[in-house]
């Protein structure tokens, strides 16, 4: 096979992405903002917000995950999950819903940006999740993983998905985390 034809590979292995990740989370913290900036990506994530009740910052992480070919073991992934759903019913969601009351009023913008402070303490909690987890590298193919069954448990379909796997190839560079 020629070196046109090999697939990209990064030069950080999944072990150590992970351990880079979790020791300086703004990592993920610029993914998502790069990502979320990419057209069609801020769209899609509010309607599965808003419509099937997914989280936004997991989403997210799913896809960095799947983009770094991280496979994570099925109890962190439950752990993701425990941990998502104690922020967006206990802190973020009553927030947004005082931030919808809020449209057009006064405060409204500081307001937003205390919430995005909170979306990025979110952002840690999740990570904290991965501490100290042994992972393993998806193989070649097998992307999309951790995103996909996601979407399946919110009841997603698949094509809302491509802003997202779109705005990420876009961002995503072979050996930076």
């Not at 034809?5 to 610029?30: G, M």
């Not at 960095?64 to 941990?83: I, K, Y």
């Not at 019913?89 to 913008?109: A, C, F, H, Q, V």
Request: net charge negative; hydrophobic share 40%; charged share 20%.
């Amino acid at each position: 096979m020629t070196d046109h034809h090999k697939e990209e590979r990064p030069d950080v292995q999944a072990p150590d992405i992970i351990h880079k990740l979790v020791h300086d989370p703004d990592i993920f913290w610029h993914f998502a903002l790069e990502v979320y900036g990419k057209p069609g990506v801020k769209d899609i994530c509010l309607e599965a917000q808003n419509s099937f009740g997914a989280d936004i910052n997991l989403m997210l992480l799913y896809l960095w995950c799947d983009c770094h070919r991280v496979a994570l073991p099925n109890e962190t992934s439950v752990a993701l999950g425990n941990t998502s759903h104690l922020w967006q019913t206990e802190i973020l969601g009553p927030l947004r819903e005082i931030r919808n009351g809020m449209k057009g009023g006064s405060g409204y913008r500081e307001f937003l940006a205390q919430e995005l402070e909170i979306e990025k303490r979110a952002q840690k909690a999740l990570i904290a999740c991965m501490s100290g987890v042994e992972v393993s590298e998806t193989p070649l193919g097998a992307r999309g993983q951790h995103l996909t069954s996601y979407a399946y448990e919110c009841g997603l379909s698949e094509h809302l998905l491509s802003p997202l796997l779109a705005g990420a190839q876009q961002v995503v560079r072979p050996g930076v985390p």
